[in-house]
Structures are given as structure tokens and as C-alpha cells.
């Protein structure tokens, strides 16, 4: 449970939808769903979730041009666009453990550090629980190559560090009534796969090391493991019953998927050009 400082959380009703295995583009639309669901008065939902197959994400202002599409198709990676911004991420089917929580934009603090902050406790009371030592970046790292996320500057807001490196990055977008903070908890580290989807790096495998860490390589945790560990903070956090998407739910995120996030209008868009 958050504690009272926190807000009124815990006086709202929240579900918890465990480790959901889904396709990128469904991913998106579900986050998409939930916070139409939690701005109508439903409740509002912290999840897990697995990209299957193996998806590369993009920010919503990133160049299309910085993918490598060839790479993607050869090897069974989807791509799907974020509404979010920042550099694209790679989410392994088995390396990559996500989450979201969605809440109505006025139950959550209006200023942007201090949502962060409140919505990224259970993340780092989950990676406390298995023994890992995380917190946020104690100051501003230069980037290496900004189109990737994990090798953007790192930002003392949001990005989470163990041993001095990154091991998660999160990300929020506001609609008008509602937000989502969804992000990406580093399991296990695959360089190789994860430079490989994008275009024109020049980046080593051994950089990416250098900026990236594993929870698999800090503790003995299996990634059952660390999902149940994020599962159980996120549910006592918000004070959440175990729950499930509706039928209703589910069709309107497909509708989404085949309107917006498999759709090449969405996914391989140009940057908007700005004077």
C-alpha cells in the first residue's frame, strides 16, 4: 500500500492483470484501452505484460529511418510505435519484462517529477525484493546513440540504475483525463539482438554492456521469479484485485491494432517537422 503522503490511490479501486503474453501492437492498445477504461470511472489497472514475439517499440517522434526494417522482418521482430517519446527499446520475448499503470490524470500528481517518482516505487520495490540494489540515476549521463533508449542520456527522473548501469527506463504520456506510465525492466541482457533492429549505430556490443545490466546478471532470480516479484509490489502498492481485460476490453484494442498500431500510417511515420 502507498502510504498517505502518496494521494488517494488506495481509496480507488485497482485490478492487477498478471503477466499478459500479446503481440506489440496489442500491447499498445491495451494501455490505450485502459486509460479510456480508468477516465470513464472503471477501475484503474496496473499490469505485466511479454511482447510476442519479439517487438521493437519506437518513441513517438522517432525516425523511421533509424530502424533497421530488413533486420526486423528476417529475423520475426514486430515494430509498433509508443505513444510515448523517447528512443526505441527492444523487448526481447524473454529478456524484457513490462509493465503499465493507469490512472485518471487527476488522482496523480500534476507535476511530472513527482508522478514519476510516485508510479516507479513499486518497480524499485520489486527489484529490491530480489535482492537487487536499484535507484533512480544519481545525475545525467551523456547518450551514446539517442535513438535507442537504453543508450539515451540517462535521466535522474526516470531512468533506474543498478551497479551503474541502466536496468530500467519508463516512460509517461497525459491524455486529457488519464495517464499511463509503462516500462521496460531489463531481465536478461541481449546486446547483439538489441542493436541489431536499428539502422546506421555504429555501437558495439561492448558499449551496450557498459550502459545496460541484467537483473539475471546481479541476482539468482529466475524470470518467473522477477515477474511474481513485480506482480506482488504493483498489487500491494495500489491495493489491486486480480483482474482481467472485459470482452469488450479486448475488441476495442483490436480495433486499435488494426486502425493505429499495425498500421504503417502509425508505425512508420515521419517525425512531425517543426519551424
Not at 68 to 95: F, L
Not at 100 to 127: F, K, M, T
Not at 248 to 262: F, G, I, M, P, Q
Request: charged residues 30%; aromatic residues 8%.
Amino acid at each position: 500500500m502507498v502510504d498517505d503522503t502518496a494521494g488517494p490511490l488506495g481509496e480507488r479501486e485497482w485490478r492487477l492483470i498478471r503477466e499478459d503474453v500479446r503481440g506489440g501492437p496489442m500491447q499498445m492498445a491495451l494501455d490505450e484501452v485502459a486509460a479510456e477504461t480508468a477516465a470513464a470511472g472503471g477501475p484503474r489497472t496496473v499490469r505485466v505484460y511479454r511482447w510476442r514475439p519479439s517487438t521493437l517499440s519506437v518513441g513517438y517522434g522517432q525516425d523511421p529511418d533509424t530502424v533497421d526494417w530488413d533486420t526486423c522482418a528476417e529475423r520475426g521482430v514486430s515494430v509498433t510505435r509508443r505513444q510515448t517519446g523517447g528512443g526505441g527499446i527492444y523487448h526481447d520475448v524473454d529478456g524484457d519484462i513490462s509493465y503499465s499503470i493507469v490512472a485518471p490524470r487527476s488522482e496523480l500528481p500534476g507535476d511530472l517529477l513527482d508522478a514519476y517518482h510516485l508510479l516507479c516505487e513499486p518497480v524499485l520495490n520489486a527489484l529490491d525484493r530480489l535482492g537487487v540494489g536499484a535507484d533512480y540515476a544519481a545525475e545525467s549521463v551523456p547518450a551514446t546513440w539517442s535513438p535507442a533508449c537504453y543508450l539515451r542520456a540517462l535521466h535522474p527522473a526516470h531512468d533506474i540504475v543498478a551497479a551503474g548501469r541502466k536496468v530500467s527506463g519508463n516512460a509517461q504520456y497525459r491524455r486529457r483525463e488519464s495517464v499511463v506510465q509503462h516500462g521496460s525492466l531489463t531481465y536478461s541482457v541481449r546486446p547483439d539482438a538489441h542493436l541489431d533492429v536499428f539502422s546506421g549505430h555504429g555501437v558495439t556490443h561492448e558499449e551496450f554492456r557498459e550502459r545496460v545490466v541484467g537483473v539475471d546478471e546481479l541476482v539468482d532470480a529466475s524470470r518467473e521469479e522477477t515477474v511474481t516479484a513485480l506482480e506482488a509490489s504493483l498489487a500491494e502498492w495500489a491495493d489491486a484485485f486480480e483482474g482481467s481485460w472485459t470482452d469488450a476490453e479486448l475488441d476495442t484494442a483490436r480495433e486499435k491494432v488494426n486502425r493505429k498500431y499495425d498500421a504503417d500510417e502509425w508505425v512508420r511515420r515521419r517525425p512531425e517537422v517543426r519551424s
